[in-house]
T-cell receptor, first 113, second 117 residues
Framework: QKEVEQDPGPLSVPEGAIVSLNCTYS??????FMWYRQYSRKGPELLMY????GNKEDGRFTAQVDKSSKYISLFIRDSQPSDSATYLC?????????????FGPGTRLSVLP | NAGVTQTPKFQVLKTGQSMTLQCAQD?????MYWYRQDPGMGLRLIYY???????DKGEVPNGYNVSRLNKREFSLRLESAAPSQTSVYFC????????????????FGDGTRLSIL
């Protein structure tokens, strides 16, 4: 079993839909959780960064962490064609300088106009 | 606001050739990282540098070397390229100081696409 799992997609939705992207993980010591957006032929771009459990909202994006289920989600409201990209989750245990980040393989999202 | 800059963007090598991938950041970050990204596998850490003057191996260091030239620059060298090293290589940086918690998120460059024939 991989340490971080993510459905690769592709996930296709119509413009305006609510999108739910998810990651599951096996290491209960993870405490920092991130979502990155990666456009084709570009580097990952940080969207959300959360510590421990709970929700965090930023504009149309909401990140949720459920540590009891070892499950994190990213919700995109009112999705736009410009949201079409690959979304990577990442997580790490406490301590270190980022060398212990573990990335999911990414979910490819297409928002159709 | 350049952020993390990687050169070159594309490169084709023959097996056995060597090359150096360059990375520079202008965000005054202490820590820098090299990853490779392969289909279905996620980003895998090759080497990292927690601070200027230090480097350490990551998950997949074999066949690579790094140099932290100064606080801004971190290079990755392939001494004798192999087809298994065909990948997209990303450099990243993050802040790691005493006035912020550790595990600050990383900021990435746009990658170098490397093909080895």
């Amino acid at each position: 079993q991989k340490e971080v799992e993510q459905d690769p997609g592709p996930l296709s939705v119509p413009e305006g839909a609510i999108v739910s992207l998810n990651c599951t993980y096996s290491n209960s010591a993870f405490q920092y959780f991130m979502w990155y957006r990666q456009y084709s032929r570009k580097g990952p771009e940080l969207l959300m960064y959360t510590y421990s459990s709970g929700n965090k909202e930023d504009g149309r994006f909401t990140a949720q962490v459920d540590k009891s289920s070892k499950y994190i989600s990213l919700f995109i409201r009112d999705s736009q064609p410009s949201d079409s990209a690959t979304y990577l989750c990442a997580m790490s245990v406490a301590g270190g300088y980022g060398q212990n980040f573990v990335f999911g393989p990414g979910t490819r999202l297409s928002v159709l106009p | 606001n350049a952020g993390v800059t990687q050169t070159p963007k594309f490169q084709v090598l023959k097996t056995g050739q060597s090359m150096t991938l360059q990375c520079a950041q202008d965000m005054n970050h202490n820590s820098m990282y090299w990853y490779r990204q392969d289909p279905g596998m996620g980003l895998r850490l090759i080497y990292y540098s927690a601070s200027e003057g230090t480097t350490d191996k990551g998950e997949v260091p074999n066949g690579y070397n790094v140099s932290r030239l100064n606080k801004r620059e971190f290079s990755l060298r392939l001494e004798s390229a192999a087809p298994s090293q065909t990948s997209v290589y990303f450099c990243a940086s993050s802040y790691s100081g005493t006035n912020r918690p550790r595990n600050q998120p990383q900021h990435f460059g746009d990658g170098t696409r490397l093909s080895i024939l």
